[in-house]
């Protein structure tokens, strides 16, 4: 049996696309004290469920903050991390949404309700304690 010459085979790696986000905590909508402020980490995948290391990610915020832009970069378990403080003192405009966005990626949202007026008190009761 003879050897055939060498063959040379190149493979690529294919392109991220269909990226998707997952936002923590994971309601895409959930109610917020007045002047609160919210940590929010997204995590971009690719198509293939792989993380997406240093991609640039543009945080929006808009609503009852006022539009605030910021851009991040993920890191190696394709996360970022955003921290939203409620400034506002509006009694009427009571919603922010947060929208994480990347190239070849799909938006994904969280709202954020926020309540007009804070807990003065809480009163708790139960059954005898003795």
């Known amino acids: 049996m003879g050897l055939t010459a060498a063959v040379t085979k190149t493979f690529k790696t294919a392109a991220p696309t269909n990226s998707t986000f997952t936002i923590a905590p994971s309601a895409t909508a959930f109610l917020a004290a007045p002047a609160a402020a ?3 980490t997204a995590t971009l995948k690719d198509q293939f469920g792989a993380a997406r290391a240093n991609q640039t990610v543009t945080i929006t915020t808009s609503g009852r903050n006022n539009p ?5 970069i ?3 378990s394709g996360k970022v991390t955003f ?3 409620d400034a506002s003192t509006s009694t009427t405009a009571l919603t922010d949404t947060v929208t994480f966005s990347a190239t070849n990626a799909t938006p ?4 954020i ?8 008190t809480v009163t708790v009761t139960g059954g005898n304690t003795t």
């Open 68 to 72: 605030v832009a910021a851009t991040a």
């Open 74 to 76: 993920s890191d190696a």
């Open 113 to 120: 309700n926020y309540a007009n007026t804070a807990v003065g």
């Open 38 to 40: 919210i940590a929010l």
């Open 108 to 111: 994904s949202s969280v709202t």
């Open 83 to 85: 921290t939203t403080a």
